[in-house]
C-alpha cells in the first residue's frame, strides 16, 4: 500500500475537514473524502489520518480500540501503526494508507494525493 506521508508537498492536494478547534485531544471523527473512508484520530497534540478500512477484511477501522498509536481492527484484531499506516500484528500483512495531516489558518486539513 502507498505511503502517502511520504510525498512532496507540491503532489499533495490538502482538503479542510473543519475548525482545528472542533477537534479535541482524544477525538476521532470519519470522513470520506473523494470516495475515500478516512479516519482522523488526535493523539496527544498530533493529528494523524489513516484509511479507515483494514486491509484483512475491508473492516471498519476507525471504530477500533486505539492503545498508544496502535489502532486494532474491531472484527479480527489486527494491528496498524497510525502513524505510519504500518501493518503490526496478523490476519492483517498489507499495511493501510497514512495520510499528511495539517493545520492552516485555524483549519484542518488532510492531504491527498494531487490529481
Known amino acids: 500500500m ?8 507540491d503532489q ?3 482538503v479542510s475537514v473543519g475548525p482545528a478547534a472542533n477537534f479535541a485531544i482524544g477525538s476521532r471523527w470519519l470522513f470520506e473524502i473523494d ?3 478516512i479516519a482522523l484520530l488526535h493523539i496527544g497534540s498530533e493529528w494523524y489520518a489513516i484509511a479507515d478500512l483494514c486491509t484483512h477484511d475491508q473492516g471498519p477501522l476507525g471504530e477500533g480500540e486505539l492503545d498508544g498509536f496502535e489502532i486494532e481492527c474491531p472484527r479480527h484484531g489486527a494491528r496498524f501503526d497510525v502513524r505510519t499506516g504500518k501493518a503490526l500484528l496478523l490476519p492483517a500483512v498489507v499495511d493501510i494508507p497514512a495520510y499528511p495531516v495539517r493545520e492552516h489558518e485555524g483549519e484542518l486539513q488532510i492531504g491527498l494525493p494531487a490529481r
Open 2 to 9: 502507498f505511503n502517502y506521508l511520504k510525498l512532496q508537498d
Open 12 to 14: 499533495v492536494q490538502y
Open 35 to 37: 470516495g475515500q473512508p
